[in-house]
Nanobody, 127 residues
Framework: QVQLVESGGGSVQAGGSLRLSCAIY????????MGWFRQAPGKEREGVAV????????YTADSVKGRFTISQDKAENTLYLQMNSLKPEDTAMYYC????????????????????WGQGTQVTVSS
């Protein structure tokens, strides 16, 4: 079983930065795709950035490209999301997720294809 624990959310003003962390516990050897998703009130959950753990390939959504960076620390078993130049529209609950996809190296999949989820961490950006 895989357990994901997010931290690092908070409230910032527009233009500010936050770094989210996702501590990964349990049997993770079969999980080759990990990523960050977010869900704003009244909206569907959407992928923000994902990484193929084996290949290191990264996909970042257009809405955050150039501002958000996903990274991993394998030694610490931690996934990060560095968020810079935050905008009010980035306000959402942010979730860390993991899954196993071996039919393709493409990890940018709909949320329902991700098997493991953290509890979420709230990010609020004020104008």
């Amino acid at each position: 079983q895989v357990q994901l624990v997010e931290s690092g959310g908070g409230s910032v003003q527009a233009g500010g930065s936050l770094r989210l962390s996702c501590a990964i516990y349990g049997y993770t050897y079969s999980r080759n795709c990990m990523g960050w998703f977010r869900q704003a009130p009244g909206k569907e959950r959407e992928g923000v950035a994902v990484i193929n753990i084996d290949r290191g390939s990264i996909y970042t959504a257009d809405s955050v490209k150039g501002r958000f960076t996903i990274s991993q620390d394998k030694a610490e078993n931690t996934l990060y999301l560095q968020m810079n130049s935050l905008k009010p529209e980035d306000t959402a609950m942010y979730y860390c997720a993991a899954t196993s996809i071996y039919s393709s190296s493409w990890c940018y999949r709909p949320p329902n294809e991700y098997a493991d989820w953290g509890q979420g961490t709230q990010v609020t950006v004020s104008s």
